[in-house]
């Protein structure tokens, strides 16, 4: 069976939303990272400051079906396409030590 790495990188504020779209997908566990990053062309607000949104950067390991078709769930349901809304992205891995993905939400749970 194949597996892919899903990443997900989205606003703080969405962040438990694809949490759950993942879950429902059939994908159980999740590794969360806080992040920032640089953007070519940071939000102007008040005075000439400019605002970075804090950002969430989500991994998870599934079967290949499953990470590509809760993907398209992520960007669909929370409009990814759309400037500046973040960004999910599959990976194919070569090899997997460590987590048996062969069953429908195998490996950690989620806090």
Request: net charge negative.
């Amino acid at each position: 069976m194949k597996t892919s790495l899903l990443i997900a990188i989205v606003t703080e504020d969405v962040s438990e939303a694809a949490l759950d779209i993942a879950e429902r997908e059939g994908i159980r566990g999740a590794t969360i990272l806080p992040a920032s990053g640089i953007s070519q062309s940071p939000v102007r607000t008040f005075f000439g400051l400019t605002f970075q949104s804090p950002m969430t950067i989500l991994f998870w390991i599934a079967p290949q079906e499953i990470a590509n078709r809760t993907a398209k769930a992520l960007r669909d349901e929370l409009d990814l396409d759309s400037p500046k809304q973040g960004l999910a992205l599959t990976l194919a891995i070569e090899q997997l030590f460590g987590l048996r993905v062969d069953d429908p939400g195998a490996g950690a749970h989620r806090p």
